[in-house]
């Protein structure tokens, strides 16, 4: 390519004449590097970018056998500690001599009216501290969960504090008053498989 005022040989890529100055034919110049566009598969990506977390929530059925492990687990402490306490005690000789006798003891009837309070409180209390500190520890989930890869997350997916999990436990007081375990039933059919006092504790149930 020659200059188009002196007629010098212009080399490629040059951008003036070196004789006479003068600006030379765009078709030499260097191309310019347009912008990396969306598209452009030699665009970089950001190092801290990141896909978004898929949800898998826990299905109705993982459920029941999770609350199945945790009430049979529940059920064999409490038993291997009140069973001893009762015969120990004396409750088992009251009762058989109602039995026998075919009329009521009042000390019999007190001593079982007692029991029975004392061991639905100790229910309560136990299945309190065992589901509230297992769900807020670092399982997120109670022995029954863990064994069928569970955990209790809050809303955003983090771990619940031990308020919330408390909270979450008595509000299955008010799941159970719902007739034919509607309240339960609702972890089947809701879009994020929450359970009535999962809604109550405004939490979600996943899969690990």
Not at 62 to 70: E, G, H, M, N, S
Not at 117 to 123: C, H, I, Q, V, Y
Not at 165 to 173: D, E, I, K, L, N
Request: glycine letters at 10%.
């Amino acid at each position: 390519m020659f200059c188009s005022k002196c007629g010098s040989i212009l080399a490629p890529g040059t951008a003036f004449c070196q004789v006479c100055g003068t600006a030379a034919p765009t078709s030499l110049a260097a191309p310019a590097i347009a912008p990396a566009g969306p598209l452009d598969a030699a665009a970089p990506v950001s190092p801290h970018w990141l896909p978004p977390t898929t949800r898998v929530y826990a299905g109705f059925w993982l459920r029941v056998v999770a609350c199945l492990i945790d009430s049979l687990l529940l059920s064999a402490v409490l038993g291997a500690i009140f069973i001893p306490m009762f015969l120990l005690g004396g409750f088992g000789v009251a009762l058989r001599s109602m039995v026998e006798n075919h009329q009521p003891d009042p000390a019999a009837i007190i001593a079982f009216a007692s029991s029975i309070a004392l061991f639905a409180g100790a229910s309560v209390l136990a299945g309190w501290l065992y589901y509230a500190y297992f769900e807020s520890s670092e399982w997120q989930g109670t022995v029954g969960k863990k064994v069928m890869n569970l955990v209790v997350s809050d809303l955003q997916g983090d771990r619940v504090t031990f308020g919330r999990a408390s909270g979450r436990y008595f509000a299955r007081f008010i799941t159970k008053l719902i007739p034919l375990g509607i309240g339960f039933i609702l972890a089947g059919v809701t879009e994020k498989k929450q359970a009535l006092h999962d809604m109550i504790a405004s939490c979600l149930v996943l899969r690990s």
